[in-house]
């Protein structure tokens, strides 16, 4: 793809999720949901990235598998264009947040988006480490049960067997494509130092830095939110039997 190619589709993907968006706002939405509409877009339409990106991902490495192994060089238009759209998304998504959020409140993501934003804009621009951008997306699976749990408590469904199962899901999935993806990802970033241009990898470094980081505290967050609450919940129940 060309640089222009590259800006086209990058900026026709904020287009799109910001359409996206605008049609979830003229759809019905869960009464609970109404105190705060803006997320309940914002949420939806970040469900529907995740869905696409993360399918995506799954087939570049299917329709072309010799990229696996060769993350610096090898590429194909179709995981290109992956990553291209992705930072659209993340373009969008970010303004969204300014506009919509307190900084103070949205600073975490704010930062998460420009460090994404960066890495995807080198690989994008200098033709290289496509592949390492498109393992990085495999998290959005991960996402799009993260979201659908977003979107089960802003409804009010917090409480039903949906929700436990998409917990489970969302638990399992975590560990699988953020955690160990991530680790596999600093690792590769190690064992590859030499091959990795100094500005590269030091944005590389800190960028796996602060993401495995803020990954690993919303594990936490989650791990305590829907098992361990709910477990000291029932032992409450139990005693009170």
Sequence with gaps: MELNS???????????????????????????????????RN???????SIITGVWAVLCFFLHPQ????????????????VSVSIGYFIYDFFDMVVHQKLSQSWELLFHHVVVITCFGISVLSFRFVGFAVVALLVEINSVF?????????????????????SIINLGTYVVFRINTLAWMTRWL???RDNVPLVSYTVGSVGMAIMTAMNIVLF?????????KSSAREGKKEKEM
């Design 6 to 40: 590259v800006i086209l589709t990058s900026a026709g993907s904020a287009v799109f999720f910001r359409l996206v968006n605008n049609a979830f706002g003229q759809l019905p939405m869960p009464e609970s949901a109404c105190k705060n509409a803006w997320r309940w």
């Design 43 to 49: 949420i939806c339409t970040s469900f529907v990235h």
């Design 67 to 82: 990229m696996a192994e060769d993350l610096i060089e090898t590429h194909s238009v179709f995981s290109h264009a992956l």
């Design 146 to 166: 993260l979201h659908l749990r977003q979107m089960l408590r802003m409804a009010d469904l917090a409480s039903g067997t949906l929700y436990r199962v998409n």
């Design 190 to 192: 190690v064992l590859n």
């Design 220 to 228: 936490c967050r989650l791990l305590r939110s829907d098992f361990l």
